[in-house]
């Protein structure tokens, strides 16, 4: 059973940072692809950064230079570390794990979602 539980949202200042946590079980880093999503009011769910099973990442423009993606296979654990935090992060983020079946078929599995707010 796949689950997966973020952690470390929150209120911050414009310019702060904050670094986002996904404990992930049930999945395995070397078969899925993870990702940090994020979704806010009025808006469509959005990607901010995937970690490939080789290490590769992938940023969106609007985070890129800012945002950083990095796992721990140890503790089985994904990061989102924010620094220079700008009002329009603020949103929901969600933790993603997707298997990849083929090239046209996946499997996405979501965690529940952790608050940041940017604001002074």
């Known amino acids: 059973q796949v689950q997966l539980v973020e952690s470390g949202g929150g209120l911050v200042q414009p310019g702060g940072s904050l670094r986002l946590s996904c404990a992930a079980s049930g999945i395995s880093f070397r078969l899925h692809v993870m990702g940090w999503y994020r979704q806010a009011p009025g808006n469509q769910r959005e990607l901010v950064a995937v970690?490939?099973?080789?290490?590769?990442?992938d940023y969106a423009d609007s985070v890129k230079g800012r945002f950083a993606i990095s796992r721990d296979t140890a503790k089985n654990t994904v990061y989102l570390q924010m620094n220079n935090l700008k009002p329009d992060d603020t949103a929901v983020y969600y933790c993603?794990?997707?298997?990849?079946?083929?090239?046209?078929?996946?499997?996405?599995?979501w965690g529940q979602g952790t608050q940041v707010t940017v604001s002074s």
């Open positions: 970690i490939r099973s080789e290490g590769t990442t």
């Open positions: 993603n794990a997707r298997m990849n079946w083929s090239t046209s078929s996946y499997s996405d599995f």
